[in-house]
């Protein structure tokens, strides 16, 4: 069975400071891996997905096997980034998606 | 175009009772999936529906089931409420499901008294 941990549950940056937002996870085979992001009162929604290798908003995230991690990052972290990131993983050609628990950033002046 | 739409934003039902909620994805998707969202278990996957068939099903007792009609629309039904199924019920929509965004809705915020 697939599995994701997101170890922190707050993250409290000052504006401006580099952000990284911590994601492992657990599968056996090749996984597809995804960061999702909620703002306040608003849905959930994809921020970035490790296969189109894309910067969105200015995060990063690298997939590393050998560590089975998809860290997401920021080098200057602005107030809009203030939000819910969840890692979530997607198991061969399954549907499904395993979320982590998620994290809280909140960013601050 | 129009996001995922699901209804009613929220419900309020008593133990014992069933509860029915809709979905709406987006025009031209096919595939429908439900999650369950509680501050202690975090996001889980309910099942998902791909041209009128369940493909994916979560580890969920029978009591939570869904079906989707010709048009994508989907409902999932939970019979016997309890107390502890009370969550934000999410439903997310995509073009195939398998390799493809999927694209969530507000939710269905359900309270069980």
């Known amino acids: 069975a697939q599995r994701v941990t997101q170890p922190e549950k707050l993250l409290s940056v000052f504006k401006g400071a580099p952000v990284e937002l911590k994601c492992n996870y657990s599968?056996?085979?090749?996984?597809?891996l995804f960061w999702y992001v909620q703002y306040s009162r608003q849905r959930l929604q994809l921020l970035l997905r490790?296969?189109s290798r894309e910067s969105i908003k200015g995060f990063t995230a690298d997939l590393n096997k050998g560590e089975t991690s998809f860290h997401l990052k920021k080098p200057f972290a602005q107030e809009e980034d203030s939000a819910m990131y969840y890692c979530?993983?997607?198991?061969?050609?399954?549907?499904?998606?395993?979320f982590g628990t998620g994290t809280r950033l909140q960013v601050t002046l | 175009k129009a996001g995922v739409t699901q209804t009613p934003r929220y419900l309020i039902k008593t133990r014992g009772q069933q509860v029915t909620l809709s979905c709406s994805p987006i025009?031209?998707?096919?595939?429908v999936s439900w999650y369950q969202q509680t501050p202690g278990q975090g996001l889980q996957f309910l099942f998902e529906y791909f041209s009128e068939t369940q493909r994916n099903k979560g580890n969920f007792p029978g009591r939570f089931s869904g079906r989707q009609f010709s048009n994508s629309r989907s409902e999932m039904n939970v019979s016997t409420l309890e107390l502890g199924d009370s969550a934000l019920y999410l439903c997310?929509?995509?073009?195939?499901?398998?390799?493809?965004?999927?694209?969530f809705g507000q939710g269905t915020r359900l309270t069980v008294v």
């Open positions: 490790h296969i």
């Open positions: 025009s031209g998707h096919r595939s």
């Open positions: 599968y056996s085979g090749s996984p597809e």
């Open positions: 979530a993983l997607r198991a061969g050609t399954a549907s499904k998606l395993t």
């Open positions: 997310a929509s995509s073009l195939s499901g398998d390799d493809t965004e999927a694209f």
